[in-house]
């Protein structure tokens, strides 16, 4: 199993960055998939980037070339610089995991491990 905690949300301008991070406790962190989810109030959960054992990223096309998501399995770490952020990004994002494989489109029901969210407000 793997326990998530995400810090480093918050509020920023439109055009602004800001830096998800996430700590992963538990044994063999390198053997999950990761990723980051985001809600919007009164909406699904979608898949913003995921980071697979092989080294490979995946990411939504309304982040494309903005967000970065990056893992560093010795601090068993995984983050989410987020650059030009928009208002639409407002939202609650999280920390995932899985055992297999993943891309950004694999439901949000396959995931076995969620963090308890962070808060990411952008103002126009």
């Known amino acids: 199993q793997v326990q998530l905690v995400e810090s480093g949300g918050g509020s920023v301008q439109a055009g602004g960055s800001l830096r998800l991070s996430c700590a992963a406790s538990?044994?063999?962190?390198?053997?999950?998939?990761m990723a980051w989810f985001r809600q919007f109030p009164g909406k699904e959960r979608e898949g913003v980037a995921t980071?697979?054992?092989?080294?490979?990223?995946t990411y939504a096309d309304s982040v494309r070339g903005r967000f970065t998501i990056s893992r560093d399995n010795a601090k068993n770490g995984l983050y989410l610089q987020m650059n030009s952020l928009k208002p639409e990004d407002t939202g609650m994002y999280y920390c995932?995991?899985?055992?297999?494989?993943?891309?950004?489109?694999?439901?949000?029901?396959?995931?076995?491990?969620w963090g308890q969210g962070a808060q990411v407000t952008v103002s126009s």
């Open positions: 995932v995991a899985r055992l297999g494989t993943c891309t950004v489109r694999t439901p949000s029901n396959l995931w076995n491990y």
């Open positions: 538990g044994s063999k962190y390198s053997a999950y998939c």
């Open positions: 980071f697979d054992t092989n080294l490979d990223t």
